[in-house]
């Protein structure tokens, strides 16, 4: 079967494949392993079925992969009775708004899981993110998401957690869950942690997808609201992330005038449906917004924005937040003061949050002046980068700094406040 054919099944049916088998053998761990494993036959098959129906051929052979798992191993032989004899898939039920995975996300963030767990798991075995880019998104290590992820398998296991169609009332309780989801998946997405293409575009319109099929579902919920917009919005700029060669364009160098206008109508008219509710995402909107409405860098409200970041942090503590209030104060009061603040934000921070800080500490020294601490600091943030066009963004500072004389700290202050 053709590479490219067998990746739009595993994108698109995925959480349908997953479902039917987790149904058929009653362990999430199991499920997913023989799934993937199915897949791994695909690619080296030429069957003619697979050809006519990958989805069906891939489910199949999942069962018979769990069928043929359990006979073999020992531990697992009081699980044989779970095992229907029927290979027809299994149905997870009517879907939320008529999207598989979007019913399997809902399933996935069971109440009979931590929080934390639950996020996990659904990007996990729902999306297909792998561990250490879901960890990276959490911001924590690659070590403790993975515990956390065998932890949640061995909780579902002795408790016989199974994975249900959720009523409308759990939907509700669950909607926080799928919101927080569909964001993390768009942000693996938006910056892929390895390889030498920023982003990937397939998991980002995916997310894009679920937040519209949840839109639809909770219309009224306005963080819905937000959460489509916020994608839409960072998602209107996408074209202008990496120039002609590949090579990464920052924020204020970025041709504004090939943005997607479309998805930034879109987008604003969605933030203003969610503003009110001062929801987190539909506060992170209105901060996307304001960058979108600036018709250029210089015009960019920062004190707004700086505002909006305030109540973020009421609402949503977080490293993330924080970050990215220290750089937005950065632009409002000076690289000086957000340096104070990230000195006494860094020793908090973890996982991808410490290195995405030594990334922020390069660039308020490069702007303070301090040519040598910031070459160092860039050295350091590109040692741990391993997204080639953001490594190479980083390479190309560290060049600049090596062929820049040093600057009198005050002249560059005085440059900075205008």
């Known amino acids: 079967m053709a590479t490219d054919a067998l990746e739009t099944t595993f994108r698109r ?5 997953l479902a039917a088998v987790i149904r058929f053998t009653g362990s999430l761990e199991l499920a997913e392993d023989s799934v993937q494993e199915a897949f791994a036959r695909a690619a080296a098959s030429r069957e003619r079925e697979l050809l006519i129906n990958p989805a ?3 489910t199949t052979v999942a069962k018979r992969i769990a069928v043929d798992t359990v006979r073999r191993d020992a531990r697992l032989r009081q699980r044989l009775p779970l095992l229907a004899v029927d290979d027809a898939p299994a149905p997870l039920g009517d879907s939320p708004a008529g999207d598989d995975r979007l019913g399997l996300l809902f399933a996935t963030c069971t109440p009979e899981l931590p929080p934390e767990s639950r996020l996990a ?6 999306c297909g993110v792998p561990t250490e880019e879901i960890a990276d998104a959490m ?3 690659h070590t403790a998401m993975s515990a956390r992820l065998t932890r949640a398998k061995r909780q579902i296991e ?4 199974r994975f249900s169609p959720a009523d409308d009332q759990e939907l509700l309780h669950r909607l926080d869950d799928v919101l927080s989801t569909i964001h993390l998946l768009f942000t693996i997405g938006h910056t892929v942690l390895v390889g030498e293409e920023l982003a990937a575009t397939s998991i980002t319109v995916t997310a894009i997808e679920l937040a519209r099929a949840l839109r639809v579902l909770a219309p009224q919920h306005l963080e819905t609201a937000g959460v489509l917009s916020l994608l839409l919005l960072t998602d209107a700029r996408s074209g202008t992330r990496v120039d002609d060669s590949g090579a990464l364009v920052t924020l204020e160098h970025a041709d504004r005038r090939t943005w997607n206008q479309r998805e930034i109508r879109e987008g604003l008219d969605l933030a203003a449906v969610a ?13 996307s917004g304001l960058h979108s409405q600036a018709l250029d860098w210089s015009s960019t409200d920062w004190m707004s924005i700086c505002r909006l970041y305030d109540r973020l942090i009421e609402r949503w503590p977080s490293p993330a937040a924080a970050m990215a209030r220290v750089i937005a104060r950065s632009f409002a009061y000076g690289p000086a003061v957000a340096l104070d603040e990230l000195d006494a934000l860094e020793p908090t921070l973890g996982g991808a949050a410490s290195r995405n800080a030594i990334a922020a500490r390069a660039d308020l020294l490069r702007r303070m002046g301090r040519v040598s601490d910031a070459r160092a600091a860039y050295v350091r943030a590109r040692s741990f980068e391993r997204n080639g066009p953001v ?9 600049e700094l090596e062929n820049r004389a040093p600057l009198n700290t005050e002249a560059r202050l005085e440059d900075d406040r205008h």
């Open 13 to 17: 049916e995925w959480p349908r494949i």
């Open 139 to 141: 911001l924590v290590t």
């Open 275 to 287: 503003l009110p509710g001062g929801g987190r995402f539909a506060l992170e909107a209105g901060i």
């Open 56 to 58: 069906a051929w891939v």
């Open 158 to 161: 002795r408790e016989g957690i």
């Open 121 to 126: 798991l659904a990007l996990r075995f729902v």
């Open 391 to 399: 490594r190479d963004y980083f390479g190309r500072r560290i060049d």
